[in-house]
């Protein structure tokens, strides 16, 4: 008999516009995304829902929406409004590393930054409606200085 997880719970999550296109792609899923302990969007899922932070961050940013379908375990989580702006925080930080990882590698083949941000966008078919390309190669910029702040090596 092979073993089967229940998925207990649909949940709408209000997201960012450009986290309602990156996710489902980033995760090979179509929506409603199942959930559960035994993916890496789960265990991200679970710990992000788990932690206790106070934000006060406005929903009028949050334009878009993304159906999950969550386990019998995850679905007794509580999704109070901070556990959703922390998940959009979290998500959107996975966003910034994996556009940072894609342009340093697009680097490699003589693609200009900008040029690499583009391909980046297009190939998550983000469009100027969802996140303006200046935005994004702001993110990327902002990501990469800090990240070589942060990594810069003492002598």
Not at 112 to 126: C, E, G, T
Request: proline share 2%; with cysteine.
């Amino acid at each position: 008999m092979d073993w089967q997880i229940s998925y207990d719970k649909e949940v709408e999550i209000k997201l960012l516009p450009h986290l309602k296109k990156f996710i489902p792609k980033f995760y090979k899923q179509s929506e409603p995304i199942k959930v559960d302990f035994n993916t890496s969007l789960g265990t991200a899922f679970h710990s992000v829902l788990r932690k206790k932070f106070n934000y006060k961050k406005d929903r009028e940013r949050y334009t878009s929406s993304l159906r999950f379908l969550l386990n019998q375990d995850l679905s007794k989580l509580s999704l109070e409004h901070q556990f959703l702006v922390q998940f959009n925080v979290e998500y959107d930080r996975i966003f910034k590393e994996n556009l940072y990882s894609w342009v340093l590698g697009q680097s490699y083949l003589c693609t200009s930054d900008s040029q690499a941000v583009r391909n980046f966008l297009n190939y998550y078919n983000i469009t100027e409606d969802d996140l303006k390309f200046e935005s994004a190669r702001t993110m990327y910029l902002r990501y990469k200085t800090d990240y070589f702040k942060k990594n810069r090596s003492v002598l």
